[in-house]
């Protein structure tokens, strides 16, 4: 019978120093750099405690973790491994197109600059996720559990953040009760917990002053 160690071998191979030999350092670290970037992109949230703005890669880690925490007490039926890729490359166009605030008019059309930059992105040399585009139009225009989840609380994180800066990000955009409310009205559909939630939130910051009832 073979020992574990042996098992060990056969189950994780060394790399192949061939292969090694090929890659170069300098291509890794300027792709890593451009990744980076998302750290200098900010988004219209507030975080919470201080008075400065979130940026996108801060927004990505917590999304990430919230899908992962959700989806555990939810016991739901999803691939956890596939779920914080999802997560974690969400954001990734907005190196190139920047943060498109939720109630823009031009959020419509976000995409498009934000899918030539995860091409940009997937042709970098130093690249060494293959599948980064695939990835990424999973999350934008898939329908699995996970794309449906990431897609709740993507919507319910920049809320959280608002309900506890006082409103800060809607007094400052002028944003309406009714805008709030039909940007998550799909999340009655898969969680009707959290849209049952939502809506007593949306009433509690329209009589704060921090929604206009309208």
């Known amino acids: 019978m073979p020992s574990n160690a042996t098992l060990a071998t056969k189950q994780k191979p060394l790399p192949d120093p061939t292969r090694a030999s090929n890659i170069d350092i300098d291509d890794i670290t300027h792709f890593l750099l451009e990744l980076d970037a998302l750290k200098r992109v900010n988004r219209r949230s507030y975080v919470t ?3 400065r703005l979130e940026n996108s890669a801060e927004h ?3 999304l990430a973790m919230a899908c992962w925490s959700i989806a555990e007490l939810f016991e739901l039926e ?3 491994e596939k779920l914080l890729k999802l997560a974690l490359i ?3 166009g907005e190196i190139d197109a920047g943060d498109t605030f939720l109630y823009a008019e031009t959020r419509v059309d976000a995409h498009n600059e934000e899918r030539a930059g995860i091409a940009r992105l997937q042709s970098e040399r130093g ?3 293959a599948d980064l585009s695939e990835v990424w139009e999973e999350q934008e225009t898939g329908h699995s559990k996970e794309t449906q989840l990431l ?3 993507d919507r319910l994180l920049p809320f959280l953040l608002n309900l506890n800066t006082e409103g800060k990000t809607w ?3 002028n944003v309406t009760r009714s805008q709030v409310a039909g940007a998550h009205g799909f999340i009655k559909d898969s969680f009707p917990s959290i849209h049952e939630w939502l809506t007593k939130q949306i009433d ?3 009589k704060q002053g921090w929604l206009i009832d309208v």
């Open 60 to 62: 990505s880690w917590h």
């Open 49 to 51: 405690g201080t008075t």
């Open 127 to 129: 690249n060494g996720i």
């Open 171 to 173: 007094v400052d955009a």
């Open 151 to 153: 897609r709740v609380v």
């Open 78 to 80: 999803v691939n956890h």
């Open 204 to 206: 509690y910051a329209t």
């Open 90 to 92: 969400h954001d990734l």
